[in-house]
């Protein structure tokens, strides 16, 4: 398998507080992710480090996943890892604000891939990236709207 962390970034004519509800909210992340994703949350209590959710996308297949918010500071950082059919991977937000502008950088690491992730690596580190930039361009409309 090739590269094994992606990120791309996007500048958003946002504040940061505009944009850090559309990424740290695990159940909206369907309104700007383009592979049909749809997330419950699992665990009790306030969203936080610890919170877990089962996700469902339509990505390389259907994929099923448990996903745990690993850590959360609002309004720069938001990470969790996820658990599927291509094993462990890694995911996060970074936003950094600057006038009127707020980078998002969205980012993700195979940390423990499966085998089924060994064998199509290719097309993983192929498509990946562009699943990162589309995502990131779609929180840009959303935010600028």
Do not use: C
Request: aromatic share 8%; net charge positive.
């Amino acid at each position: 398998m090739a590269a094994k962390r992606w990120e791309e970034q996007v500048d958003v004519k946002a504040p940061a507080d505009k944009v850090w509800p559309l990424v740290s909210d695990f159940t909206r992340h369907g309104e700007w992710a383009g592979h049909g994703l749809q997330a419950t949350k699992t665990s009790d209590g306030a969203v936080g480090v610890g919170t877990t959710y089962a996700t469902t996308a339509k990505q390389f297949g259907t994929q099923k996943e448990h996903s745990t918010v690993t850590a959360m500071t609002p309004p720069s950082q938001f990470e969790w890892d996820s658990k599927g059919a291509l094993g462990m991977v890694h995911h996060w937000f970074a936003l950094s604000e600057a006038g009127d502008v707020t980078t998002v950088r969205k980012g993700a690491e195979m940390t423990a891939p499966t085998f089924l992730a060994k064998l199509t690596g290719r097309r993983i580190a192929k498509d990946l990236p562009k699943g990162l930039r589309a995502d990131l361009e779609n929180i840009k409309a959303k935010a600028e709207a």
